[in-house]
C-alpha cells in the first residue's frame, strides 16, 4: 500500500518568515494531495490541494508543489502569522479510493 | 448546511468495556471514513462504508468494527477495550467516497483508563 512520510515533525518560525513542510509517498497511482490544518481541539480542515496533473497551486499566501517523479509534495506558507500555528497533514490519495495521511507537523509561529 | 457531526464528543471508559461512537455526513454524502488520531502516529485509517457496504478497512483487529446505516449515518464499534485504544477518533463524510468535499468531524475523544 502507500506509505506518506512528512517532515519535519516540529517546526517554529518566526512571525513573517516562511514555513516549509514536506511529505513524500511511495505509490506512483497516487492522483490527489490535499494538506489539513488541524488547530488544537478542532477538526482537521482543507487549506488546499493539488493533483497529479499539475505542479504547483497557490492560494494567498499558501503554496503546493508536486514532483511526480520524486514522489514528494510540499507545503509553503508565506509570511506566517500567529493564527498559522497549528498541526499540518498531508495526504496521498490512491487506487482503492483510500487517503493516507502522513504524521503530521506542529508549526509554532513566534509572534 | 449541517458539516459531519460525530457524538459523543467526550468518553470516559474502562478496560474491557466496549464503545459505540457514531458520525453523521453531510446530507447527501454517502461515504463515510473513520480514522484513528494519537500523537505521533496521525490518521490512521480504520475503514470507510459506502451505501451500508464495507468497501476498505484498515490493519486494526477485528475488535474495531463499523456498520452503516440506510440514511449513511454510521457506527464503530470497540469492544474489549485496551489503554492503547485511547484516542481521537474522527469521521468524515464525502459525495462518492472519492476526493470530492472529503470533509472531518471534530470527532469523539475517548479515554481508556
Known amino acids: 500500500g502507500e506509505n506518506v512520510e512528512q517532515h519535519p515533525s516540529t517546526l517554529s518560525v518566526q512571525e513573517g518568515d516562511s514555513a516549509v513542510i514536506k511529505c513524500t509517498y511511495s505509490?506512483?497511482?497516487?492522483?490527489?494531495f490535499p494538506w489539513y490544518k488541524q488547530e488544537l481541539g478542532k477538526r482537521p480542515q482543507l487549506i488546499i490541494d493539488?493533483?497529479?496533473?499539475?505542479g504547483e497551486k497557490k492560494d494567498q499566501r499558501i503554496a503546493v508543489t508536486l514532483n511526480k517523479t520524486a514522489k514528494h509534495f510540499s507545503l509553503h506558507i508565506t509570511e506566517t502569522q500567529p493564527e498559522d500555528s497549528a498541526v499540518y497533514f498531508c495526504?496521498?490519495?490512491?487506487?482503492?479510493?483510500?487517503?493516507?495521511f502522513g504524521t503530521g507537523t506542529s508549526l509554532t509561529v513566534i509572534p | 448546511k449541517a458539516g459531519v457531526t460525530q457524538t459523543p464528543r467526550y468518553l470516559i471508559k474502562t478496560r474491557g468495556q466496549q464503545v459505540t461512537l457514531s458520525c453523521s455526513p453531510i446530507s447527501g454524502h454517502r461515504s463515510v471514513s473513520w480514522y484513528q488520531q494519537t500523537p505521533g502516529q496521525g490518521l490512521q485509517f480504520l475503514f470507510e462504508?459506502?451505501?451500508?457496504?464495507?468497501?476498505n478497512k484498515g490493519n486494526f483487529p477485528g475488535r474495531f468494527s463499523g456498520r452503516q446505516f440506510s440514511n449513511s449515518r454510521s457506527e464503530m464499534n470497540v469492544s474489549t477495550l485496551e489503554l492503547g485504544d485511547s484516542a481521537l477518533y474522527l469521521c468524515?463524510?464525502?459525495?462518492?467516497?472519492?476526493?470530492?468535499?472529503?470533509?472531518f468531524g471534530s470527532g469523539t475523544r475517548l479515554t481508556v483508563v
Open positions: 468524515a463524510s464525502s459525495l462518492e467516497g472519492t476526493i470530492y468535499g472529503y470533509t
Open positions: 493539488i493533483r497529479s496533473n499539475v
Open positions: 462504508y459506502f451505501s451500508e457496504t464495507q468497501r
Open positions: 495526504a496521498a490519495f490512491t487506487t482503492g479510493n483510500q487517503f493516507y
Open positions: 505509490d506512483s497511482a497516487s492522483n490527489y
